[in-house]
């Protein structure tokens, strides 16, 4: 293999803000800021949504139809009941 030609792979801290979680896993991006995190310090990289705040895997998800759209639908092929 081809010495320097990939980046490094290493322990990366992900933080989302939104939800108040960070989790610990590798990656090969790269950070300028540091977090401690369990008693070791790591690069940390926020990210603005996780498993902890996303609509659908937190069960906040909404169905936004400002259009009609399903309404349309519905008339066209009916409601499938």
Do not use: C, I, Q
Request: glycine share 8%.
């Amino acid at each position: 293999m081809k010495k320097n030609l990939h980046p490094e792979y290493r322990p990366v801290v992900f933080r989302d803000r939104s939800a108040g979680t960070a989790f610990l896993t590798r990656s090969t991006r790269t950070s300028d800021e540091t977090v401690e995190h369990e008693g070791a310090t790591y690069p940390v990289v926020d990210v603005d949504v996780s498993s902890a705040s996303h609509p659908f895997w937190t069960g906040r998800g909404r169905v936004v139809d400002s259009e009609g759209r399903v309404e349309a639908f519905r008339r066209r092929y009916g409601s499938g009941r």
